[in-house]
């Protein structure tokens, strides 16, 4: 159960697009479509921005768009705004257990 | 609205018990299968254990295996986890959260801080 791969931060000006990759194992990732991420702001609770790989749940800005590509899973935030600063997990379902990312931090310039 | 409530953390010194409760309401309690997360100070996201809708099956982290047990009582829209055997590695931010169809978690509720010290 070893924790997905992401870089520790990434960083953006306002209006550019960031990708933060997500890499993993052809027994979590590269096995099944049931890759989330989340997003949370310091103090708050984590809420989810894809699900699926590629969906959004309603409600959630369509700058968030997330693919996956073999054992590495990717969410971009295009048009990056000051609110979208916040630490970026992403979560997958392998063999009736859930493995998260390490975490990513954007910083927004 | 959708909503869960998370309660009973606290201090509690190593190898002693508590449990966490997780109050749901705004949903069919019983029509969804329950997480529990955790998030050490200044760590990030890790799964502790899940239970389906009827409570039939249930799976636990490795770190937590054999000490936590998870429980529902779909009477009471309500989720718990039972930690026994706490260790200071345990001291965490506790979120319970929905889990929709094996895809995604949410809602999560605010989360409970146990701290694990002597």
């Known amino acids: 159960q070893s924790a997905l791969t992401q870089p520790a931060s990434v960083s953006g000006s306002p209006g550019q697009s960031i990708t933060i990759s997500c890499s993993g194992t052809s027994s979590d990732i590269g096995s099944y479509n049931l890759l989330s991420w989340y997003q949370q702001h310091p103090g708050k609770a984590p809420q989810v921005i894809i699900y699926?790989?590629?969906e959004r749940p309603s409600g959630v800005s369509n700058r968030f768009s997330g693919s996956k590509s073999g054992n590495t899973a990717s969410l971009t935030i295009s048009g990056l705004q000051a609110e979208d600063e916040a630490d970026y997990y992403c979560c997958t379902y392998a063999s009736s257990t859930y493995i998260f990312g390490s975490g990513t931090t954007v910083t927004v310039l | 609205q959708v909503q869960l409530v998370v309660s009973g953390g606290g201090v509690v010194q190593p190898g002693r018990s508590l449990r966490l409760s997780c109050a749901a309401s705004g949903f069919t309690f019983s029509h969804y299968t329950m997480v529990w997360v955790r998030q050490a100070p200044g760590k990030g996201l890790e799964w502790v254990t899940f239970?389906?809708?009827?409570?039939?099956?249930?799976n636990f982290a490795d770190s937590v295996k054999g000490r936590f047990t998870i429980s529902r009582d779909n009477s009471k829209n309500t989720v718990y986890l039972q930690m026994n055997s706490l260790r200071v590695e345990d001291t965490a931010v506790y979120y319970c959260?929905?889990?929709?169809?094996?895809?995604?978690?949410?809602?999560w509720g605010q989360g409970t801080l146990v701290t694990v010290s002597s």
């Open positions: 959260a929905r889990d929709v169809s094996v895809n995604w978690f949410g809602p």
């Open positions: 699926e790989g590629n």
């Open positions: 239970i389906s809708s009827d409570g039939g099956s249930k």
